[in-house]
């Protein structure tokens, strides 16, 4: 970004392109985001199956894109393969019978009107806009046309994976251990208040994960059947509501950051490399907020049902 002069000395155009493809829920749109707020720079989504884009609009957006700027075309394979989306009807639902048989799947409609030479000489034409970092995600990296790869448009090519052991367990640590212990800097130096040490034994933090002041959540009762109010009590306070889960006035437990790195290790354990997505995940601990213990002990069984999940989903024609 601050090397302009060095690219018109040499005649290169100023700028970048990189394709990031790979495993869904990896982090490609993630890692973008971060680029952008490290960078503090605008994002500009292009979407070429947009409803009325063609080559002629699609090159006049791009080259009114001002000159520092990150352009994100996610699932660019979309563009030209709409057969294989992940959205839509697939061609064979179009075909109808006929009364001399099964008639032939009719021809996916284009999901735009933006071709691939349109595509090629708004990224990189005369027209082409420089100063901008171009991102393109994919989930279907052999699905692009090489011409569309090649340098000069996506200079830099990165596969994204499902996530390793090392992931899961930094995953976990950053889900539960206390602010200050994600790093060795000092949180004051960044003018935040230093993290109160949490103690490994039977009190709670004051922090639940959820939000709002602990006299606050503490309004939140749990209620079920065996502890219901009897007739009689009903009558003379209102009816609490009865719920199945985890109530928000429950904290996660006091623990050192020796037992959360333990836990970390067991849970890091429990995953298969590579084989579940970090957004699996994370989706999986976002449903043990404040639980860090009970995420560990019933891991094994979770991961054994995503795995039954995705061999039942790929043996399904």
């Known amino acids: 970004m601050n090397s302009k002069s060095w690219y018109a000395e040499r005649g290169i155009p100023f700028r970048r392109g990189y394709l990031l493809y790979g495993a869904p829920g990896a982090g490609k749109t993630s890692l973008i985001h971060s680029i952008a707020g490290e960078l503090n720079l605008d994002v500009y989504i292009l979407s070429l199956s947009r409803s009325g884009l063609d080559d002629s609009s699609l090159s006049q957006v791009i080259s009114e894109l001002p000159e520092k700027c990150i352009a994100l075309m996610e699932d660019i394979d979309a563009a030209f393969h709409h057969g ?52 393109a995600t994919t989930n279907k990296y052999t699905a692009l046309d090489p011409a569309l790869c090649r340098p000069g448009r996506m200079d830099l090519h990165i596969e994204f994976r499902n996530a390793s052991r090392y992931q899961a367990e930094e995953l976990f640590k950053r889900f539960y251990l206390p602010s200050g212990s994600l790093s060795d800097r000092p949180l004051e130096a960044a003018g935040a208040p230093a993290a109160k ?20 959540s503490e309004k939140l009762i749990d209620v079920d059947e065996s502890s219901a109010p009897s007739p009689s009590r009903r009558s ?7 719920f199945v889960g985890v109530s928000h006035s429950q904290r996660a437990p006091r623990m050192s950051p020796e037992r959360f790195r333990e836990l970390a290790t067991r849970f890091a354990d429990a995953i298969p490399e ?10 999986y601990l976002m449903t043990y907020k404040i639980r860090p213990v009970q995420a560990v002990e019933d891991v094994a069984a979770w991961v054994e049902r ?12």
């Open 306 to 317: 995503e795995l039954a999940q995705k061999d039942a989903a790929e043996d399904d024609p």
């Open 274 to 283: 590579r084989k579940l997505s970090m957004a699996a995940l994370q989706g």
């Open 84 to 135: 294989l989306t992940r959205e839509g009807p697939s061609p064979a639902d179009d075909a109808e019978d006929g009364p001399d048989g099964p008639r032939k799947p009719r021809a996916a409609a284009p999901s735009g009107k933006v071709s691939l030479s349109g595509l090629l000489n708004a990224l990189d034409g005369i027209g082409a806009q420089e100063g901008r970092i171009l991102f």
């Open 197 to 216: 040490p949490y103690r490994d034994d039977d009190q709670e933090s004051t922090d639940s994960g959820y939000g709002g002041s602990r006299a606050e």
């Open 236 to 242: 003379s306070s209102p009816e609490k509501p009865s």
